[in-house]
Nanobody, 121 residues
Framework: VQLQASGGGLVKPGGSLRLSCAAS????????MGWFRQAPGKEREFVAA????????TYADDVKGRFTISRDNAKNTVYLQMNSLKPEDTAVYYC???????????????WGQGTQVTVSS
């Protein structure tokens, strides 16, 4: 599965951004899609995940109520709507594909190139 992430940028605290991740290739091998982020000097961390079928979702505690993951099966695209952004949300955001529905980074075997999100006044 090849993944192409887009939509990052610079936004002020309290603002919103929507990230997109387009999947191509062996998409039938993908059961779920996840968003992760990595801030400078920190490990990559789970943000949200969604299954292609049924749209089951799960979120990291610190983004619940602010971020929403969704998918468009016809376009093989997953989105991450980020509202009420905080400076601590600043990171490179990655989308990834897994054959399982999981929050574990190691279970994701295809990764996009990352898109920078900077929250600053």
């Amino acid at each position: 599965v090849q993944l192409q992430a887009s939509g990052g940028g610079l936004v002020k605290p309290g603002g919103s951004l929507r990230l997109s991740c387009a999947a191509s290739g062996r998409t039938f091998s993908s059961y779920s899609m996840g968003w992760f982020r990595q801030a400078p000097g920190k490990e990559r961390e789970f943000v949200a995940a969604i299954t292609w079928s049924f749209g089951y979702t799960t979120y990291a505690d610190d983004v619940k109520g602010r971020f929403t993951i969704s998918r468009d099966n016809a376009k093989n695209t997953v989105y991450l709507q980020m509202n009420s952004l905080k400076p601590e949300d600043t990171a490179v955001y990655y989308c990834a594909s897994s054959a399982r529905f999981t929050t574990a980074t190691t279970s994701y075997n295809s990764w996009g190139q990352g898109t920078q999100v900077t929250v600053s006044s």
